[in-house]
């Protein structure tokens, strides 16, 4: 990955999308980025004149056909993994198709790919898994949803795994499942803009931050 730094231009948000995607997995931060502005106000979301990220999804294949998502939502995806822009922050979600995601070459392929340049690289809920199966959690502190946790210890023991943090940035940043990754998706805008702009863009979706240390479901 290339180095961490403020963003001072518009950058490319590629979210991963495929079949059985959580949803909330990939619309929160869809909607956090998107929404998020250097400028305050309503009447800021109206342009794309002070959004500082350019927010797409990406699947597999080029194809007419929808992505289904869990719960019906069909999904036609921006790019394919041949003809997507370069991403600078890289948002691998999870849901049930994480299973033979896993053990998908090519997919795998392209996340070591994309990770090389990208900016950040992180992952909502068992999206962890395609990461770790990746190699890019190696040694790493992450997490991943709390039915998924034992599954990411005992599949990937070179994995730090961290069982009560909503999210954990240690380079790759992974959260914990569904919802945590909006809160992950708002630590990446104060990472990128700086605090003032993701406390401005929660108030304005009326979402309440929460540290990584709140608490988070359990098993």
């Given at each position: 990955m290339s180095s961490r730094a403020e963003a001072t231009e518009k950058l490319n948000v590629g979210i991963l999308i495929f079949e059985n995607v959580e949803v909330l997995d990939f619309t929160g931060p869809f909607e956090v980025f998107s929404r998020t502005r250097t400028e305050p106000g309503s009447a800021s979301r109206r342009t794309e004149d002070s959004a500082p990220f350019r927010v797409f999804t990406?699947?597999?294949?080029?194809?007419t056909t929808p992505i289904l998502a869990t719960g019906g939502l069909k999904v036609l995806a921006d790019f394919s993994f041949e003809d997507v822009?370069?991403?600078?922050?890289?948002?691998?979600?999870?849901?049930?198709?994480?299973?033979p995601l896993v053990e998908d070459?090519?997919?795998?392929?392209?996340?070591?790919?994309?990770?090389?340049?990208?900016?950040l690289v992180t992952s909502v809920c068992t999206g962890a898994l395609l990461l770790?199966?990746?190699?890019?959690?190696?040694?790493r502190r992450a997490t991943t949803h709390w039915a998924a946790l034992e599954l990411l210890q005992q599949s990937y023991p070179k994995v730090e795994?961290?069982?009560?943090?909503?999210?954990?940035?240690?380079?790759i940043i992974s959260s914990?499942?569904?919802?945590?990754?909006?809160?992950?998706?708002?630590?990446?805008?104060?990472?990128?803009?700086?605090?003032?702009?993701?406390?401005?863009?929660?108030?304005?979706?009326?979402?309440?931050?929460?540290?990584?240390?709140?608490?988070?479901?359990?098993?």
């Open positions: 990406v699947a597999k294949a080029a194809s822009p370069n991403i600078d922050v890289l948002v691998v979600p999870g849901g049930f198709g994480t299973r070459d090519t997919t795998i392929t392209w996340i070591q790919k994309m990770a090389h340049t990208a900016k770790a199966k990746a190699g890019l959690l190696d040694g795994v961290e069982k009560t943090l909503r999210w954990v940035d240690d380079e914990a499942g569904v919802a945590a990754g909006i809160d992950m998706a708002f630590h990446v805008v104060e990472s990128l803009c700086g605090k003032d702009v993701a406390d401005e863009t929660a108030h304005y979706i009326e979402y309440p931050r929460h540290l990584a240390t709140d608490p988070r479901s359990s098993t």
